[in-house]
């Protein structure tokens, strides 16, 4: 399985949601690939927010290493799911899409379309975002 976790700048829900996957399909021994990637090019380069470092850390992951890309159409060959934060992120995703299989790949990661809201701009949402997160990563995981 090779998933893509989808945000906005690449530096906080994503690679929250990158870090927690990688973590849990180790525990569980299964050979997957994660990513993530932003749907903004504003972070390339540079590593998560340091709030969301340390909500990670906090819970056993470390995402310190992990560094800020943008989504690319070629995704869409690389991945076989693409999991969005929100529906900002949903838009701006299937619009690179090009041809229906494309849009096939790509939902929100959280059951039934739901958003998870973006901590950048409120410190206090980082630890409800990471439990959001890791409960909707640790389903995935827990399916296969």
Known sequence: MKILMVC???ICRSPLAEGIMRHLAE??????VIDSAGTGNWHVGQAPDHRAIKEARKNG?????????QFQPSDFDAFDKILVMDRNNYRDVIRQAR???????????????QEVPDPWF????????YKLIYNACKEIADKK
Not at 61 to 69: E, N, P, Q, T
Not at 122 to 129: G, I, Q
Request: proline share 5%.
């Open 8 to 10: 906005l700048g690449n």
């Open 27 to 32: 525990e569980k021994g299964l050979d997957w």
């Open 61 to 69: 992951v470390d995402i310190s290493s992990l560094r800020g890309r």
């Open 99 to 113: 041809n229906e299989a494309d849009k096939a790949k790509v939902a929100f990661l959280l059951p039934q379309d």
């Open 122 to 129: 409120d410190d206090a949402l980082f630890a409800p975002v």
